[in-house]
């Protein structure tokens, strides 16, 4: 049994398998301490079950940290540093915790090429935010630890940071939606929020409700007209961030995109959907929006 303050999103711990820090507070029949890990892929689903047919909570990108507590079966069953989440990662996904990155992706997609010419066949790509371990510059090409090389100007030093997370929103616009994406081919509502509050330095939960308990300060709820740049305004479920006074830009299902549109039109949309009024409206820092 879990103790009823772990949230099973944040908490490693199954019937046969915890994390050792665990060890007290919920019952499993062996504990572990995880090993440290990193994503070295593109992108890969965090799923809920160790099945390709399971749904996908979250995803984990290049460079992310894991802790990594079993790999049976072409899974690993992992929790992300970043944001806490637990799921199963495809095996092959995650490599050694060491590189660590040098460098973020800031361009929305940048190529992988096998050398430093733009006219070689591209091994994939990464999305904006993914981290990378470069081992030095040939050209206008950094040269990655797995031997892979990324156009320079597409990515800034680790620690890089764009503050105005309204703007980093609407560089994603029309990006198509997608239930736990978190990657510039694909978002959600939350994923969205995460990303830009991410590359602003920001500690940022990874669903909507998380984000509503632990973002920012509460405005009051009659005020919609008091709104202004980077103020994010939430649902059940669902969440969006202000560009101004009167526009919203969020990832939905509506639109299956990432859209702005004017706040009253998505708040009379979404109650008309049965999904309820607006239930709070938070301000994440004086600066989150210049």
Not at 183 to 204: E, I, R
Request: glycine fraction near 12%.
């Amino acid at each position: 049994m879990t103790h009823p303050a772990c949230d099973p999103r944040l908490t490693p711990a199954r019937p046969d398998l915890a994390d050792i820090a665990l060890e007290g507070l919920v019952e499993a029949e062996r504990f572990v301490a995880g090993a440290p890990g990193r994503v070295r892929v593109p992108s890969a689903p965090l799923r809920r079950a160790p099945r390709p047919d399971s749904g996908i909570d979250t995803e984990a990108v290049m460079g992310d940290a894991v802790s990594v507590y079993e790999v049976k079966d072409g899974f690993a069953y992992v929790q992300l540093a970043h944001d806490g989440y637990v799921g199963y990662l495809p095996a092959e996904a995650v490599g050694a915790a060491d590189p660590a990155p040098t460098h973020r992706v800031r361009a929305l997609r940048t190529f992988l090429y096998p050398a430093p010419d733009l006219k070689r066949p591209n091994r994939g790509h990464l999305g904006l935010g993914a981290a990378v371990a470069a081992e030095g510059q040939e050209g206008d090409y950094l040269r990655l630890a797995d031997g892979s090389f990324v156009f320079a100007p597409h990515c800034e030093p680790v620690g890089w940071r764009e503050p105005d997370v309204a703007g980093t929103a609407e560089r994603l616009v029309g990006t198509p939606y997608l239930w736990g994406g978190r990657t510039s081919l694909g978002l959600d509502c939350s994923g969205l929020v995460q990303l830009a509050l991410d590359l602003a330095g920001l500690a940022c939960p990874r669903d909507a409700d998380q984000q509503e308990r632990a973002l920012g300060r509460p405005l009051p709820l009659d005020d919609l007209g008091g709104l202004r740049r980077g103020d994010l305004v939430f649902w059940r479920g669902h969440v969006g961030m202000m560009l101004d006074a009167g526009r919203l830009i969020h990832a939905n299902g509506h639109h299956m995109a990432v859209a702005v549109e004017p706040l009253a039109a998505a708040v009379a949309r979404i109650r008309e959907n049965s999904y309820g009024p607006v239930t709070s409206l938070r301000r994440i820092s004086p600066s989150a929006g210049s």
